[in-house]
């Protein structure tokens, strides 16, 4: 993929954090908050609008706070 930040909305991203182990603790309005079993510091908060897709900043941080390079996560994908 060449290294860059993929383009994908936050049902995407949630199914791809769930094939990595994340499981889903809770939906707050559109927010939906992920956690790694045995590792409670991995919580990543994802936001659904509908299919839209996430700004980059946005998808930067979930990246980042999920513990993944850009190229791991987006093998994910």
Request: charged share 20%.
């Amino acid at each position: 993929m060449g290294g860059g930040l993929p383009v994908a909305s936050g049902k995407k991203i949630v199914q791809a954090l769930q094939r990595a182990g994340f499981i889903t603790d809770r939906i707050v309005g559109s927010h939906h908050v992920l956690v790694y079993p045995g590792d409670r510091t991995r919580t990543v908060t994802v936001p659904v609008h509908g299919n839209r897709d996430l700004k980059p900043g946005t998808l930067r941080s979930i990246v980042r706070q999920a513990g993944f390079t850009v190229e791991e996560f987006a093998d994910l994908l």
